[in-house]
């Protein structure tokens, strides 16, 4: 998955129901581009370089991880579905809606289709103050002044702070009142994908397991009966120092935590992995270590076919993973199942992606959203 940055975005209408149009605006971006972070508050502003009633305009902030020229086309498509017909004038007009890309974090952007910073934001007092309300130290990587000290230098006084206040979609989902979440699921569900997801659209602390550097997985995989007992007994000790060292670091009544892993899975796979007698004393070994630990107030499984595992898992292209075979991924969706019948003190919700492609769709990630919040 490409990294994600964070964008600012300008909101701007003169024609029609103006607050409406914003608000189409914002339920449109979320729909179709990303959950929106901030809302700035309303400005009131005359039309700037012609004659024209006053605009409303605002500034949001969300996180995206696709390219800014696809996301500047997404935009453009959106005021389209709202009205906006632009001009092949290159001139100052009335319009229905108006959606700039102003910042992405400190990159530089300058070809035919975008340019980034907006090359007149900081002469724009009616984009400056509502970005300044939501972001006031984001920096302009060019004029190297932050948005509060742009607004200062450019404050000329004709611009009015209204009262009303718009709507954000992200409202209706209350992750919040999940504290700390587990999304656990077979190999190649997509755990690690939707973990970030949720992280970055909700401002949760990330934890993802450490298994990359672990030098017996690939081992495992070529000679699994040699080196089960290593494998289970290194991700035992390696995933309890990271959730105690993780965990130590939060204050759990403050921050929300989601993690792309519960560490009953080494419960899970050892019981798969290992001879009876080893996972007798796997077990015992286990409950001793993890006895105190904190468990999640929400522990999510994503439930997908082997066919559709398979796919997942030569597309993300680890080399040692490539020869998994079926029964093994079918025993591991068989563990997870025995698993949850005995939990009685966890709180599951089972989610079925068999259908969903929450990575590159996105109606079936807002769809997983709202099945978390039910």
């Given amino acids: 998955m490409k990294s994600f940055n964070k964008y600012h975005i300008s909101i701007g209408s003169n024609i029609g129901d103006r607050l409406q149009n914003l608000q189409n605006a914002i339920d449109l971006i979320h729909l179709e581009i990303s959950i929106i972070s901030s809302i700035s508050p309303i400005y009131?502003?005359?039309?700037?370089?012609?004659?024209?009633?006053?605009f409303y305009n605002i500034c949001i902030s969300f996180f995206s991880n696709d390219d800014p020229n696809n996301l500047l086309q997404s935009l453009l498509n959106i005021e389209e579905k709202l009205g906006r017909t632009r001009s092949d004038k290159?001139?100052?007009?009335?319009?229905?809606?108006?959606?700039?890309?102003?910042?992405?974090?400190?990159?530089?952007?300058?070809?035919?289709?975008?340019?980034?910073?907006?090359?007149?934001?900081h002469l724009r007092?009616?984009?400056?103050?509502?970005?300044?309300?939501?972001?006031?130290?984001?920096?302009?990587?060019?004029?190297?002044?932050?948005?509060?000290?742009?607004?200062?230098?450019?404050k000329s006084g004709h611009i009015e702070k209204l009262r009303e206040i718009l709507t954000n979609p992200k409202d209706q989902f209350d992750i919040s009142k999940f504290k700390y979440i587990a999304i656990e699921g077979n190999i190649g569900a997509g755990k690690t994908s939707l973990a970030k997801k949720i992280s970055i659209d909700f401002n949760s602390k990330l934890i993802l397991e450490r298994f990359a550097?672990?030098?017996?997985?690939?081992?495992?995989?070529?000679?699994?009966?040699?080196?089960?007992?290593?494998?289970?007994?290194?991700?035992l000790a390696e995933r309890y120092q990271q959730i105690t060292d993780d965990l130590s670091q939060l204050n759990i009544f403050n921050d929300s935590i989601v993690s792309d892993y519960d560490i009953f899975k080494s419960l899970?796979?050892?019981?798969?992995?290992?001879?009876?007698?080893?996972?007798?004393?796997?077990?015992?070994?286990?409950?001793?270590?993890?006895?105190?630990?904190?468990?999640?107030d929400l522990y999510i499984y994503l439930n997908q076919n082997i066919d559709r595992l398979k796919e997942n898992i030569k597309k993300r292209g680890r080399d040692y993973e490539q020869?998994?075979?079926?029964?093994?991924?079918?025993?591991?969706?068989?563990?997870?199942?025995?698993?949850?019948?005995?939990?009685?003190?966890?709180?599951?919700?089972?989610?079925?992606?068999?259908?969903?492609?929450?990575?590159?769709?996105?109606?079936?990630?807002?769809?997983i959203l709202k099945s978390i919040c039910q």
């Fill in 213 to 235: 550097d672990n030098p017996f997985l690939p081992k495992f995989y070529e000679e699994p009966d040699r080196y089960a007992f290593t494998l289970e007994m290194s991700f």
């Fill in 90 to 121: 290159n001139v100052y007009e009335s319009r229905t809606i108006d959606l700039d890309i102003i910042l992405i974090e400190d990159q530089i952007i300058n070809n035919n289709l975008l340019t980034v910073p907006h090359p007149s934001m």
């Fill in 44 to 54: 009131k502003t005359k039309a700037v370089g012609f004659n024209g009633d006053d």
């Fill in 323 to 367: 020869n998994i075979d079926s029964k093994y991924l079918k025993n591991i969706n068989s563990g997870y199942l025995d698993f949850h019948k005995t939990q009685t003190d966890l709180n599951i919700k089972i989610i079925d992606i068999n259908n969903m492609d929450f990575v590159n769709n996105r109606i079936d990630y807002l769809s």
């Fill in 125 to 154: 007092e009616f984009v400056l103050a509502p970005l300044n309300d939501i972001d006031p130290n984001i920096n302009h990587p060019i004029l190297n002044k932050n948005s509060n000290e742009l607004l200062k230098l450019c």
């Fill in 268 to 296: 899970i796979f050892s019981k798969i992995t290992l001879s009876e007698d080893e996972f007798v004393l796997y077990r015992r070994l286990f409950f001793s270590m993890y006895k105190d630990i904190l468990k999640p």
